[in-house]
């Protein structure tokens, strides 16, 4: 499902060409831009395009602070522990591959990589 199909600018927000700005993607609705002119298309294929921009970079943000702070239990979790707890998980198809990892802050055993511990359950 696209999600131009969400709701993107929610019935309150009416439009006024030069000054459309979305600042959520969860009040933008594709249905509401159908009356638009070209240049108001233009204008809102721009203001989302800053908030795609705003988002990759949150996420880039997030994805760094958790490797930082999985490094940081992972570090927690072999001083608390006097070591790692280790485990092992094969994946549950013909020729899966077989993890060793900590059961407790999913390091692996053999690299650096630490995993998320959902994706052995
Ligand atoms: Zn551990």
């Known amino acids: 499902m696209s999600y131009y199909s969400e709701n993107i600018i929610n019935e309150s927000n009416t439009l006024e060409s030069s000054t459309l700005k979305i600042n959520d993607i969860n009040n933008f609705n594709i249905d509401n831009c ?7 298309l233009k204008n809102l294929k721009n203001n989302l395009s800053k908030l795609k921009y705003e988002y990759q970079k949150k ?8 490797e930082t702070i999985n490094q940081l239990i992972c570090n927690k979790c072999f001083q ?3 070591g790692h707890i280790w485990t092992s998980y094969r994946e549950p198809c013909m020729y899966g591959e077989k993890y060793h990892y900590c059961k407790n802050c999913g390091k692996d ?13």
């Not at 159908?34 to 108001?40: L, R, V």
Request: charged residues 25%.
């Open 34 to 40: 159908q009356q638009f002119d070209i240049n108001e």
């Open 59 to 66: 996420e880039k943000l997030c994805e760094s602070s958790i």
């Open 80 to 82: 608390e522990n006097d």
């Open 109 to 121: 055993m053999y690299s650096q990589a630490i995993y998320d511990l959902s994706c052995f359950n």
